[in-house]
Structures are given as C-alpha cells and as structure tokens.
C-alpha cells in the first residue's frame, strides 16, 4: 500500500522526535565533559585568553559545547534515522547498496570533525589574527569564537559526505562516470561555493584548506566507482564465461 502525503510528515515527525531525544540524551552526557572539552577547544586555538560579557555566558559557552558533544555522539544514529526514512521509498538494491555506506558516512564526518579541529580552524585563525597590528589587538567573545569553531567543525564534517554521496550515485547508476569526468569543472566550482557557504570565514586561505581535500576526495570517489565498475564487469565476464 502507497504512503500518503501525510503519512510521510508523521514518518518525518517521528525520525525528527527520535533525532531530537538522542541528541537531548547525549547533551546531558555531553555536558559533564563540556568544561574540559571547552578548555581543549581553547588551547588549540592562537588564542592566550577567551572573554565572556555577562554573567550567564560562560554557562551558555559550556552548554553550547554540551549540544555540539551531544550531536557529534548521536550522529551515527541521526545518520540511521535518515536512512531509515528515505529507505522504504529505495529499490531492493538502492537500500542495499545506501546502508552498506552508512559506516564510511561516519568515518568521513570523524575525518572531516578532525581535519576542521586539527587543520582547519588553527591554520584559518592564524591567518586571521595575523592581520592585528600594534594597536589593532583581537579581544576574542567565548560565544562568537564558539559559533565560528562549531560552524567549522560541523561545516567540515557534513562536507566530507560529498564524495561518498558522488560515489553512491554513480553506484546506483544514477550518474554515470563519463558524466562527472565531463562536469568536472563545474562539480569543482559547486564544491567551492558550498565551502565558502557552510564555514563561516570567507577568506581565501580557509576556502583552500577545506576545498583541496574535498576535490582530492572528488577525485578519489570517481576512481573508486570506476575500480568498482571494472571489477563488476571482470566478475560479470568470469561468470558469463563459466557458464558457457
């Protein structure tokens, strides 16, 4: 029996309620390490001291870190509440081959989180502090250096999917090979305005951290379908041959 409209929202509703409540749940998990994980985030940063400008702000800076904890825990399983909404409208072979990538959808976010904390957000700040001067001195507000930090760490992560979602469309068949090969330049050019869209900064060197990696993956997930298309293909004549 087909779905009704309706039915999708309340499906909808439910995956989005379910989402919701685990991220809730691993906040409050999420909160007990916050202080700490907050004073990491701080050292890593070409920062000596972070300000806050009201009474309340070091408690909301701590509770921020808590929810950014809670959704980096709870991914995998936002990841699979995703999946198991759009799952039941995908062929027999689209759900195979879509949940069999849902575990390298979460190694590349932890890869694009790591790259953001360790590469991105240190080279990008020291970029951007370098243009203070004698009597030009930053005064960094814990809640705007959080919003910028979150913004590319999650930014980063979400952007590292892109290469696994090229490869799950020329896997299905959707798009084929030869035509990301010829709207390579244009594939280049989305990546760079979805890069300058999701990180916050707009300068050129933080384009160029976050940009090369996901081309170089671009890359790497077209070369990957193409191995994978040979070895379905050699499979497919060991077979045929076999049979004959």
């Known amino acids: 029996m087909k779905a009704s409209f309706l039915d999708h929202l309340e499906e909808l509703r439910k995956r989005i309620i379910y989402s919701g409540v685990c991220v809730g749940i691993t906040s409050i998990f999420g909160f007990l390490f916050s202080k700490k994980c907050l004073d990491l985030i701080i050292n890593k940063m070409y920062i000596k001291t972070v300000y806050f400008f009201s009474p309340m702000e070091a408690f909301t800076a701590q509770v921020k870190v808590a929810i950014f904890l809670g959704i980096f825990i709870a991914f995998p399983f936002i990841l699979y509440q995703t999946w198991a909404f759009i799952g039941p409208g995908l062929t027999m072979k689209e759900r195979k081959v879509s949940f069999s990538y849902l575990g ?52 980063s992560g979400f952007l590292f999917q892109l290469p696994l979602i090229v490869f799950f469309l020329i896997k299905l068949g959707i798009v084929s090979i030869e035509t990301m090969t010829r709207h390579r330049p244009e594939a280049i050019i989305i990546i760079l305005v979805l890069c300058a869209i999701i990180t916050p900064s707009s300068d050129f060197l933080t384009l160029l951290l976050i940009s090369i990696p996901l081309i170089l993956l671009f890359e790497l997930s077209i070369l990957a379908a193409r191995l994978s298309m040979r070895t379905k293909k050699n499979k497919d004549s060991q077979r045929n041959s076999s049979i004959i």
């Open 104 to 155: 390298s959808g979460i190694i590349l976010f932890i890869i694009g989180i790591l790259f953001g904390y360790f590469i991105l957000i240190p080279y990008g700040l020291k970029f951007l502090l370098s243009f203070s001067t004698e009597y030009l001195q930053p005064i960094m507000n814990i809640s705007r250096i959080l919003s910028f930090i979150f913004w590319c760490l999650l930014g």
